[in-house]
């Protein structure tokens, strides 16, 4: 394995070998059926107790098992995760259980679509489903050639995840309409089940071959990095807040159905449109500006979907609440990637995604409480502007050290370079270039 914790890939092939599939085109083939299972889940819970139970019964349901999915992350994530990083196909065999109990889970559901163990199963799945995303945050590393090529990949199969969630989304609508939510469970077990065999075809990989170092263990506590993944943090908690709020809030004003599907489908939208988006922000600013500017982004137009209210307001703030989760991702990712550059990319990412996914359970929770539309998105405004705030003024200071550091250097260079060394951390002992953002920085 090289010294920066990426794995070598072969070279492109020629002939025909190059209709073989890449490593990345079967990690790429099970996040589609994936996205696909998931798909058709969140379609089927439109026709079930989710939304025909008494909203205040359904509030305390909700409550008490989403207070649950956060027990699984604060065991797993410290104590498997490490461990499945370490044997060989461990991330591999997660991706192949989640889909294996999802099916399982899914044929459960079609049972007991009228009963109340419909609320923990579907939470259940949702475990599941977001124990896959780690999993596969921490494969895509493998998969690809150099460190440029990890940004390019997660916007790909970010893209993916829009498109096949709305090519499923025909046949699952069909389904609930002419079938009801147990044709569509049953289609998603399928669906589940065939990822089980697509799965076996991604790469046996041995992410880690030992514990965790000391260095690697710093470089992932660096400044720029915390910054970066507290804010995403705050977008994640802002999503699973919105997620709750909105499907309570329309439900006791009373609104119908195709209400519901106008706000998930724009928030996949947005989704789609960030994941594309981001590249190209990139290419004109740096990653810790493309954070803060689509944190303000968010706190104004919340603002204005306050003003608006009703299916609006709900649907301006969920395509643009989509569009900054999904662009910020990659540009978190991104960051990761520079300002760690000797950390096993696999681990970090698995568990910053682990950390994300407790903030959301977090979010999820403050979600559920009753409180007018409104004031919610009022509350989604102050948190997206204080997080890009403090973003912006963060990185601005690590900027300023570093350049302070910068100056110290030359200075010590002009008089005795043998102080340089010593005095100055070697990843900034030249000075950065027009929009770089040095983040990892020393105490002074």
Known sequence: MASDGWRPLPAPRKGAEAFEVTPFGRLARAHAIAVAGDTLVAIALAGTLFFSIDVDQARGEVFLYLALTMAPFAVVAPLVGPALDRATGGRRWMVIGSSGLRAFVCLLMVRDVDSLLLFPEAFAL????????????????TVVHSHEGLVEANSKLSLIS?????????????????????????LAAIVFAVGVVVAWGVPKVQIATEPESAEAKAELRGAGVLLAASAMALL????????????????????????????????????LTGAALAPALRRQTSEERII?????????????????????????????????AAAAKQAFDSIVQRDAPDANRGRSFARFETRFQLVWVAGAVLGIIPMPMWLGFLLVAGVSAFAGASYAAGSQGMRDVVQRRVQRARRAASGDATTV??????????PPRPGDDPTVVEDA
């Not at 709900?314 to 900054?324: D, F, K, P, Q, S």
């Not at 060394?421 to 030249?430: K, R």
Request: charged share 5%; aromatic share 8%.
């Open 126 to 141: 949702l475990v599941l489903a977001k124990s896959y995303h780690v999993a596969k945050s921490a494969l895509v590393p």
């Open 162 to 186: 829009g498109i096949v969630g709305f090519v499923a989304a025909v046949p699952g609508a069909l389904l609930l309409r002419f079938g009801g939510s147990e044709w569509v469970l049953a």
């Open 236 to 271: 994640r908690g802002i999503v699973g807040f919105l997620t709750f709020l909105l499907a309570f809030s329309l439900r006791t004003d009373g609104s119908p159905t195709w209400h519901f599907g106008v706000v998930l489908a724009l928030s996949a939208v947005g989704s």
């Open 292 to 324: 803060s500017v689509l944190l303000v982004v968010v706190a104004v137009l919340a603002v204005i979907a306050a003003w608006l209210g009703a299916l609006p307001g709900a649907a301006l703030i969920a395509v643009t609440v989509g569009i900054g």
């Open 421 to 430: 060394a010593p005095s100055v951390p070697p990843s900034i002992a030249t």
